[in-house]
């Protein structure tokens, strides 16, 4: 079809950030399985809903690569980490998966923008925008994680991590 051809270097951008956020929806999956097992059922929850949130993310760029005639090409997913000394420990993972997930988008967006690619760099716009939000709310996670300290703090921090994290509070 003409217009829809994507040059090999933002392909394969988009393949890489789609894997990735299939191998993050996995790994959110660790995050709640831990918090779980370790009885703090409102990390569980919120970690749950980002499983949901990252295959959605994925889904897009399927879309995106399907609408333009590329057939996407799903990798294997390596083991997530799914052991951690504390809450704190997770909420820094968290923030590490999201602050790797923005530099994957970026580069993908820089290939888009090298190649001309402009249906790529629309597509790319909303992840900018998303990565935004998600960078804040592990950063905002981490901070009060930090900040709960005692297992009171951290008590009632797992019952209203949501609404500290989420608009929708």
């Not at 789609?18 to 996995?26: I, P, V």
């Not at 097992?37 to 993310?57: L, M, N, S, T, W």
């Not at 925008?129 to 709310?137: C, D, K, L, S, T």
């Amino acid at each position: 079809m003409p217009g829809t051809q994507i040059k090999s270097s933002v392909l394969h951008e988009l393949q890489r950030q789609l894997n990735y956020e299939l191998g993050a929806a996995h790994a959110y999956q660790a995050l709640a399985v831990w918090c779980k097992d370790q009885y703090f059922d409102g990390f569980a929850a919120f970690f749950q809903k980002q499983v949901i949130e990252e295959r959605v993310h994925a889904q897009k760029i399927i879309d995106h690569l399907l609408d333009r005639s590329v057939l996407p090409e799903l990798g294997s997913l390596s083991a997530p980490k799914g052991r951690f000394d504390s809450i704190l420990d997770v909420a820094k993972q968290a923030q590490t998966m999201e602050q790797t997930n923005t530099a994957g988008i970026h580069a993908a967006y820089a290939a888009a923008v090298k190649e001309g690619d402009l249906p790529a760099q629309v597509l790319l716009h909303w992840y900018i925008n998303e990565q935004v939000e998600e960078e804040a709310w592990t950063d905002e996670m981490v901070e009060r994680t930090e900040r709960a300290g005692c297992a009171g703090g951290l008590s009632a921090l797992d019952r209203h991590i949501e609404q500290y994290l989420t608009s929708d509070a």
